[in-house]
């Protein structure tokens, strides 16, 4: 099994965790996420034995957190000030971006493979949430709030990568959505449309998504 160091993962740097280097390229750190995430789904069965369905459910939160602030330049740029700061990256050997083009994180085209493993992960997602008692509970709440919806996701073990390239809808979005970021929201007409796209690829009622998440809206919280 994969093992960065001896550190947990909760100690490990981004870096560490994705077993890249600091100068590591935008095309490397997605990579080594997508290799990393292989081993801490509910089918790794080199990683089932060694952790709980609440670790793994962990490992996958940080590390999807690590591929979303190196992949965002300027995230990036303010995590390598932070460890250039505490004495753990040395000056001048993190990554420079000399492109300023933005790095496609989007497939436009998918292939038969795509929609057929799309088709067999739909259903196996509809399973899953009607035997999940915590996603049960969270659907039944008259409001539900960014956190809510965070949970369902990790709980199914989907990535908000996985979403943003079916969905096209561009995942900061989506983080914006989760992390209840108001001031980053789009106009009301386009953010229900965008809870619906991420409703129906977790496999939920799209309606109680809608409503539950909008509610908070119509009662000024």
């Known amino acids: 099994m994969k093992q960065s160091s001896v550190k947990s993962f909760k100690e490990q740097n981004y870096y560490e965790l994705l077993e890249i280097s ?8 997605r990579r080594a996420y997508k290799e990393s995430l292989e081993l801490y789904t509910d089918n790794s069965i080199s990683s089932y034995s060694f952790f709980s369905k609440e670790e793994r459910g962990e490992i996958i939160s940080r590390l999807e957190e690590a591929y979303l602030t190196l992949m965002n330049p300027a ?22 971006d000399r492109t300023k083009e933005p790095i496609p994180i989007y497939r436009f085209k998918k292939s038969r493979t795509d929609m057929f493993r799309r088709r067999n992960a739909s259903e196996n997602l509809t399973d899953r949430v009607s035997q999940s008692p915590l996603i049960q509970e969270i659907l039944t709440r008259e409001t539900l709030r960014g956190e809510d919806l965070k949970r369902i996701r990790l709980e199914l073990g989907v990535t908000l990568e996985s979403i943003a390239e079916e969905t096209n809808v561009r995942i900061g979005v989506l983080q914006a959505i989760e992390e209840d970021r108001i001031e980053l929201l789009p106009p009301m007409v386009y953010l229900k449309g965008f809870l619906k796209s991420y409703a129906r690829y977790i496999q939920v009622d799209e309606h109680i998504i809608v409503s539950g998440y909008i509610k908070r809206f119509e009662e000024g919280d």
């Open 22 to 29: 600091p100068d590591a390229l935008p095309l490397e750190i």
């Open 75 to 96: 995230s990036r740029a303010e995590y390598d000030r932070r460890l250039i700061e505490l004495g753990i990256l040395e000056e001048g050997n993190q990554y420079r």
